[in-house]
């Protein structure tokens, strides 16, 4: 997979499309419910698969404007999270929506438009991009009482006192951290089972993946409930979101983190390289300092490498004449694209 994440598909010409398929891109990734049945058309005739991302606990369009109330995170305060710039996160325990999900995604995969899934927001909430940033303290969550109730049920312990989040948060801590963060990647693993299992009985053989965060593999499951192992064997392959300028790293840390992930996965590990932090694009988020072309080109290098050739560039409007020749450039240079060796241990 070559790809470019797009964020608004509507309106893109079949010569930018075409631009991108000349710079040696084979896919693009947007949104499901923006993928037309044009788009579709245009996309392909440019050489191009459709991958449509789906939002699973964010609050939007799709099952969860039904339940949006139900799904609310509490922090270990007791307090109902708020929304954090654009981002609004949704807990992943309510089992009408999660049912729901899996029907939304089932009928997705029907559809003539696209050619994979990739599915989002696949976690606990957390607004990773801000708050996994150096020396930022990510918020706790949550400890609402599906939440708790369901840890009661999968662990066989009992809390203390469930309507007291801040009490059970504090007995969680102290006692049964462990089992707490079992419980969190079951969940998660657990939805993402649900929906593969029914996408491949709609459609077998549809391409099928999943953003995974950009953290430590001990950090990355106990915050955000994702465990690479597990997801790596329901998934086609994993991208992780390697935004360097957004969480203030280095161009190196595409290729870092997408080497990090695949210690834990046999599965296809494909970085995502941060094209631009230009407000443009941004729409009033905070996507950390410019990327200049000098920085892209280096990100984009190592990721080739990390990636074993493989990347996902985001956002794929922040692709102009000149990151085009780049990117170009970095897909025809045999050193830059070729993967990293592997070790063989006994």
């Given amino acids: 997979m070559r790809a470019a994440y797009l964020l608004d598909p509507a309106g893109r010409s079949p010569q930018w499309l075409g631009a991108l398929a000349d710079a040696g891109l084979d896919t693009v990734v947007t949104k499901a419910a923006a993928v037309t049945p044009g788009f579709a058309a245009a996309a392909r005739a440019a050489g191009l698969r459709v991958v449509g991302s789906v939002p699973c606990f964010r609050a939007g369009d799709g099952p969860s404007a039904r339940y949006a109330d139900e799904l609310r995170p509490v922090d270990d305060e007791g307090r109902t999270w708020r929304r954090m710039e654009w981002y609004d996160g949704l807990i992943p325990t309510h089992h009408a929506h999660n049912r729901a999900l899996v029907r939304h995604c089932a009928e997705l995969a029907a559809s003539p438009d696209l050619d994979g899934l ?75 089972a649900a929906v593969t ?79 631009t932090s230009d407000p443009v694009h941004a729409r009033g988020a905070d996507w950390g300092p410019p990327v200049g072309a000098a920085q892209y080109a280096a990100a984009l290098r190592g990721s080739l490498r990390a990636g074993r050739g493989e990347c996902c560039l985001f956002p794929g409007e922040g692709l102009d004449e000149e990151l085009l020749r780049l990117t170009r450039r970095q897909f025809a240079d045999p050193v830059a694209a070729e993967p990293e060796k592997e070790d063989h241990h006994g």
Avoid: C, K, N
Avoid at 161 to 166: I, V
Avoid at 216 to 232: F, I, M, N, V
Avoid at 245 to 264: C, V
């Fill in 118 to 192: 990739a599915l989002d927001f696949l976690r606990w909430p957390l607004h990773w991009e801000l708050e996994l940033r150096p020396g930022a303290l990510p918020r706790a969550g949550s400890y609402d009482p599906l939440t708790l109730a369901g840890f009661e049920q999968h662990t066989g312990l009992r809390l203390p006192d469930r309507g007291d989040a801040p009490a059970a948060a504090r007995w969680i801590d102290d006692h049964h951290r462990p089992e707490w963060h079992d419980y969190r990647a079951a969940v998660i693993t657990g939805a993402a």
């Fill in 197 to 275: 299992a029914a996408v491949r009985a709609v459609r077998p053989g549809l391409w099928l993946g999943a953003f995974l965060v950009p953290a430590p593999e001990e950090q990355r499951r106990a915050l955000l409930g994702q465990d690479t192992a597990a997801l790596g064997r329901l998934f086609d392959a994993l991208l992780v979101m390697s935004y360097h300028a957004i969480l203030h790293r280095p161009p190196g840390f595409p290729a870092e983190a997408a080497a990090e992930a695949r210690e834990h996965t046999g599965r296809p590990v494909v970085p995502m390289v941060q094209v």
